[in-house]
C-alpha cells in the first residue's frame, strides 16, 4: 500500500469533512497529488490536484470555492477540506500521486491509488 486515505463520514449538507492522504512509503513527496471522487454508477472524476511543492491547485468547477487541496511534504500528507457539503458530493473519496511532479486532472496520468474513503452527506 502507497497511499491510506481516511477521515470520510456522514454529514449533513452544509457540514464539513477533512480527508487526510498519507504516503505510506514516502514515495511521493515530489510528485503532483490528487483527489478523485466515484458516486454510484458513475465515473471517477477528478476533484482537485495540488503539484509537487503546493504552489499550484486546481479543482472541479463544482467543488470550487467549497474545498481545499493542501499538502504537508514534512509529514507526508495530502489534505482535502470539504466546506459546504452537498448531497451530491456523496461518494467514494480516493487519493492519488501522479507520475510527475506537475498539476493534472488526467486519471492515467496518476500511478499510485489509495483506497478510498466514504463521504456520504445527507440532505
Known amino acids: 500500500v502507497q497511499l491510506q486515505a481516511s477521515g470520510g463520514g456522514l454529514v449533513q449538507a452544509g457540514g464539513s469533512l477533512r480527508l487526510s492522504c498519507a504516503d505510506i512509503?514516502?514515495?511521493?513527496?515530489?510528485?503532483?497529488m490528487g483527489w478523485f471522487r466515484q458516486a454510484p454508477g458513475k465515473e471517477r472524476e477528478f476533484v482537485a490536484a495540488?503539484?509537487?511543492?503546493?504552489?499550484?491547485?486546481t479543482y472541479t468547477d463544482s467543488v470550487k470555492g467549497r474545498f481545499t487541496i493542501s499538502r504537508d511534504r514534512t509529514k507526508n500528507t495530502v489534505l482535502l477540506q470539504m466546506n459546504s457539503l452537498k448531497p451530491e458530493d456523496t461518494a467514494v473519496y480516493y487519493c492519488?500521486?501522479?507520475?510527475?511532479?506537475?498539476?493534472?486532472?488526467?486519471?492515467?496520468?496518476?500511478?499510485?491509488w489509495g483506497q478510498g474513503t466514504q463521504v456520504t452527506v445527507s440532505s
Open positions: 492519488a500521486a501522479a507520475r510527475s511532479s506537475s498539476l493534472t486532472i488526467v486519471r492515467s496520468e496518476y500511478r499510485y
Open positions: 512509503r514516502r514515495t511521493s513527496s515530489n510528485n503532483a
Open positions: 495540488i503539484n509537487w511543492n503546493g504552489g499550484s491547485t
